[in-house]
């Protein structure tokens, strides 16, 4: 998100949740101008910051200043830097690119620093790609942390979504299919997926 009528049209709708991209190589960056517009977002849904291997104390500070109930991090931070994250008081969301061969047993470490794992498609440019992977590949994993479903998720996966019979899914993260441009999110879309996956 980085427009402010369409903030405001998406805030009407009651996601949980509305993601800020903090990172600089993303088409849907947030630049320092638009990032104001962050305050103005309803306080019962979570703002989130989005991140890529940035430093601690960027992240620290972005988090500070626009008050981010969340962060999402996508890229390889370590479990210090999570845990760190985590001390702060927002809740942390790490991000894994899942492939035929991902090791889930790997997230075993970061189980206790954050409070959901997403699951993404494996791309070089840190999500955002459009593309769905293998939901069968969760078949794998085998924690109890709750976590999000993201990648490439469109209106027609919502009956596949329903058909998850997984407490552990919490969330579904939904982006570039619900898109006009980058960052510039369809509304009448958007109400569409809200009403048929609630």
Known sequence: MKHAANIAAVAELHPDYMGFIFYEKSPRYISEVSSELIKYVPHEIKTVGVFVDEAIENVSAAVAKHHLKAVQLHGK???DFCREIKQTGVEVIKAFGVHPDFDFAALEAYEPVVD??????QTPAHGGSGKVFEW????????SKPYFLSGGIDLRHV???????DDRLYSVDINSKFELEPGLKDISK?????????
């Open 77 to 79: 931070e370590s479990i």
């Open 116 to 121: 959901y794992f997403l699951f993404d498609t």
């Open 136 to 143: 069968a590949l969760l078949n794998n994993y085998q924690l």
């Open 159 to 165: 009956d596949q979504i329903k058909d998850i019979k």
């Open 190 to 198: 958007l109400k569409e997926f809200f009403n048929n996956i609630k």
